[in-house]
């Protein structure tokens, strides 16, 4: 599927930093890394933290480029095909951005499967991205490997223009926003609601006239994009889905550097990956409560609340199992991943709170 897309011509300039000036002439190997984001973003946060490890614990010996934005490509299919043939070496996309190469990491979409942080960080640090890792390689032709799973922008909420949403019947009707794919659409309706997919430049214009009363992001996306100021004023911490960014390097690049430096760039997407599961979390703070200032209401459903919104988006799971490829394969390893996990963590709390 990869071969079928429109090749790339890859042209940028070095993001100079001290240490990769003192590295010209010491540079064994170049990582072109890029973000179709900007500076605001936790995934250009992650790169920078990427960026400043393994030039140092590499001494030099590996130079890390950044291309901010859409220098090098400009869609997910563009960009994944530029990581496939080797012109771009790392990549970052949200699941909806590579569905169409590998439909199976929507499972990462699929809602209420991962409960709060703990519990997606511990289950995004092991061996389901190695599951995962390992289908994508198969799927190129051990041409496209992900390297770590991160985080970009906290989690998806449902928020609206018309009225608190405290259970799933308070969705009924509802005109909700949603992206250009067929799983969240499955799970709009299952709620009640109606779908319409709306490309996210015209969401706050869409918002603002009314054609769309609602749209599930989280709340950084919602002030960032000031879609309060187009109406929206009800916002539900239902905490859905975990928004989670897929770092993506070309395979070959990668194996081609010795093992000590392999080293330091698994070494180096573990440390991007601890940047973008806090960054959110700092930035998420000034975000609610900028929410709140301007006439914001938040509401946080109860756990009873929760189950019912999650009883209700239940056919969505039934209907990813029979209608993606690898769908079924990718969320099982999830649930038992998810699983052992919180068994795990019950564990600590009975030896942390007595």
Known sequence: MLKQFTKIAATAALLATPLAAWADGHTEFTIRATANSNENDEDYDGLVVFKNYVEAASNGRIAVELF?????CATGAECLEGVSEGSIDVYI???GGAAGIFPYVQVLDLPYLMSSDRVAEA???GDFVRTLRDKALEDSGNTVRLM???NTGGWRNFANTERRVTSPADMEGLKLRTVVADLPVQLVEA?????TPIPWPELFTSLQTGVVEGT??????IMGMKFPDAGLQYLTLDGHSYMGALWWMNND??????EDLRRVVVDGFSALQQATFASPKRKSIEAYEAFVAGGGDIYVPSPEEKAAFAAAAEPVNAWFRENVDGGGEMLDALIAATAEVEAELAEAYASDLN
Not at 68 to 72: A, P
Not at 216 to 221: L, R, S
Not at 253 to 258: I, R, S, Y
């Open 123 to 125: 289950v995004l640090s």
């Open 216 to 221: 599930a992001n989280g709340i950084t996306d």
């Open 253 to 258: 690049n990668f194996l081609a550097m010795p």
């Open 148 to 150: 770590t799973i991160g």
């Open 93 to 95: 996309s949200t699941s």
């Open 191 to 195: 709620m009640g609601a109606s779908a």
């Open 68 to 72: 901010i934005g859409t220098q090098l």
